[in-house]
């Protein structure tokens, strides 16, 4: 199995500001991963798949990378609507599994 | 517009069991790969089961493996999750999925329906 282990748990921060996500995967993921936001109380919205394509109809401020075993999201100018929580999860081999998840908090 | 509507949730007791469905519309569901994805209440998401478009291929976490059973209806547009000796820790807001252009990321989910275990 692929363990996806996320980072940090929850990050602090303000409108405007930068903000990294970064997922690690046990083995290689290949380019199979995929970002969701996750708001209360709703389901998860996909952001990103394949690593770096951005869904249809999803600002232009999310994006992501690769570097080996390494995933990153990054939300350039963080605005009100993007505080939530983010999820990386894998889609190279069965069975499917998420990071744990990042909590983006106002500051 | 696509939809996925769950259904069947509920209390259920320890050791018992319980049918959840996932009614879609607004896409041909016969030619989609889908899922059922879990959140345990204040916890992450915890994928749980797929099915090809014509059923012919099945995949379970091996938390569930054994207990749960995945199916569909295709002609009934439906998805189903038959969920047997429920434990305390199966406990969750369970979520059906849409597959992504068939590489199992998901693009279209419900809006999830608690199972809770409880005595």
């Known amino acids: 199995d692929i363990q996806m282990t996320q980072s940090p748990s929850s990050v602090s921060a303000s409108v405007g500001d930068r903000v990294t996500i970064t997922c690690r995967a046990s083995r290689s993921a290949n380019n199979w991963l995929a970002w969701y936001q996750q708001k209360p109380g709703k389901a998860p919205k996909l952001l990103i798949y394949a690593a770096s394509s951005l869904l249809t109809g999803v600002p232009s401020r999310f994006s992501g990378s690769k570097s080996g075993t390494d995933f990153t999201l990054t939300i350039t100018s963080l605005q009100p609507e993007d505080f939530a929580t983010y999820y990386c999860q894998q889609a190279d081999s069965f069975p499917l599994t998420f990071g744990g998840g990042t909590k983006v908090e106002i500051k | 517009e696509v939809q996925l509507v769950e259904s069947g949730g509920g209390l259920v007791q320890p050791g018992g069991s319980l049918r959840l469905s996932c009614a879609a519309s607004?896409?041909?569901?016969?030619?989609?790969?889908m899922n059922w994805v879990r959140q345990a209440p204040g916890k992450g998401l915890e994928w749980v089961s797929y099915i090809s478009s014509s059923g012919s291929t099945i995949h379970y976490a091996d938390s569930v493996k054994g207990r749960f059973t995945i199916s569909r209806d295709n002609a009934k547009n439906s998805l189903y999750l038959q969920m047997n000796s429920l434990r305390a820790e199966d406990t969750a807001v369970y979520y059906c999925?849409?597959?992504?252009?068939?590489?199992?990321?998901?693009?279209?989910w419900g809006q999830g329906t608690l199972v809770t275990v409880s005595s």
């Open positions: 999925a849409r597959d992504y252009e068939h590489r199992d990321y998901f693009d279209y």
């Open positions: 607004g896409f041909t569901f016969s030619t989609y790969e």
